[in-house]
């Protein structure tokens, strides 16, 4: 049988699911790698090593001396700055192929938050579908915990925006724009309570300590304080992302 090369939508797709699966799950035996495979009229050998030449090209893989496959084409490198330069447009196409491809939506998907009303339906669904790939990229990374806590209940975790949804438009969907927290530790990120530094370790607002006595605050904030954070197998936070959030969110007095 002849080889068939890689079309770009299809390495779109498996681009999708390697953000989606966390690395050590990445093998031809994971019901994901075979379904997308069959999906697309591949092996499930042939899609979990196209997942791992992507993972070769992973600067955080790398930081830790873990190693993709050894060779890969220059097809993943393209498509792997193309992601890189345009999260937001690059998610929404992905999702866009993978439901044309399944019929299925992904099951991240969530109703959108934080934005403008009077838009038009095709710009709530994509607003959708960004959002839900961004939260199954998140968590991920986190191997499905909270980065301050350890909490591991999916319904209690949210894909939490470094930098908010409605300030930087083009890292929407940039994973390296994300942490994963249970939701008051969301919450509490939000509206500037704490913050994680540039070093990765969580800070709380003076505001959150000036109330010795309230036990609830000791026992789930004050606790953290000064902690290191649950460090991501891959899309580990952008240190400028962090230093904004520092600067213009965090409540420092």
């Not at 998140?138 to 999916?154: D, F, M, Q, W």
């Not at 509206?191 to 010795?212: E, H, I």
Request: hydrophobic share 40%.
């Amino acid at each position: 049988m002849p080889r068939r090369n890689w079309t770009r939508e299809e390495l779109i797709i498996a681009f999708n699911l390697y953000c989606k699966i966390p690395f050590g799950r990445i093998h031809n035996r994971n019901p994901l790698v075979v379904d997308l495979a069959k999906a697309i009229g591949r092996t499930p050998s042939a899609l979990s090593w196209k997942l791992a030449n992507f993972a070769r090209l992973d600067p955080a893989l790398r930081k830790r001396n873990i190693a993709g496959a050894a060779h890969g084409a220059g097809a993943e490198v393209k498509i792997w700055d193309e992601f890189n330069n345009d999260w937001e447009k690059l998610a929404f196409e992905s999702e866009r192929l993978l439901e044309q491809l399944t019929g299925h939506v992904s099951e991240y998907a969530e109703e959108p938050r934080d934005f403008p009303l009077g838009m038009s339906r095709e710009a709530v669904v994509r607003i959708r579908a960004n959002q839900g790939f961004f939260r199954a990229v998140v968590l991920a990374a986190y191997n499905t915990r909270c980065c301050i806590t350890g909490l591991s209940i999916p319904q209690l975790l949210t894909a939490s925006h470094i930098i908010p949804w409605s300030i930087d438009v083009k890292n929407r969907t940039n994973p390296r724009n994300g942490l994963c927290l249970n939701a008051m530790h969301d919450r509490a990120f939000d509206c500037g309570l704490l913050t994680v530094t540039a070093d990765l370790k969580v800070k709380l607002s003076p505001r959150v300590k000036r109330d010795s006595a309230d036990i609830a605050a000791r026992e789930f904030l004050r606790r953290f304080d000064g902690a290191s954070i649950l460090q991501p197998r891959r899309f580990a936070p952008n240190v400028d992302f962090l230093r904004y959030h520092n600067d213009k969110i965090f409540l420092s007095s």
